[in-house]
């Protein structure tokens, strides 16, 4: 009796049962939910407007593991009202979200907003990395 037919049949069941739980997994579960962080929270002088500086999350699951990961994906400043729900954005580019250490936010006027992020590294303590001006009515 050959014992290989057996032996191929089994592996292939076993990948194929392995290979359908894979792709059951796959549609019951978003991959990319996003999570937030806020980093600070800002409101202009005459009470009108409000900033709130976020770090974005991407979350998605590892089949190998069935763990939770979840990476940096962007920094966004949301405005509006206060009060209301923001959900008005713009994203920041041309930064290293994993790399921030803390934000400061400085009010020119009622709707020029000035946004300093500030990255942390051994031999720089606490340096301006990128300076973002936004006018609020211009967004």
């Known amino acids: 009796m050959k ?5 191929i049949l089994s592996v292939g069941v076993i ?8 792709i059951i997994d796959k549609r019951q579960q978003p991959s990319n939910m996003i999570s937030s962080v806020s980093l600070t929270t800002s409101t202009s002088p005459d009470k009108k407007n409000i900033v709130e ?9 590892d089949y190998f593991d069935y763990e939770q990961k979840q990476k940096i994906d962007s920094v966004r400043m949301y405005y509006g009202q206060p009060g209301s729900m923001l959900n008005q ?8 979200p994993s790399r921030i250490h803390d934000v400061d936010v ?13 990255n942390t590294k051994q031999q720089q303590k606490n340096k301006v990395k990128k300076r973002f001006n936004y006018h609020l009515t211009e967004l």
């Open 3 to 7: 014992k290989w037919p057996w032996i």
């Open 15 to 22: 990948l194929l049962v392995f290979m359908m739980n894979h």
């Open 53 to 61: 500086v976020k770090k974005m999350y991407t979350q998605s699951t």
């Open 89 to 96: 954005y713009k994203e920041f580019k041309g930064i290293q």
């Open 106 to 118: 400085y009010w020119k006027d009622n709707q020029h907003v000035i946004i300093d992020i500030i």
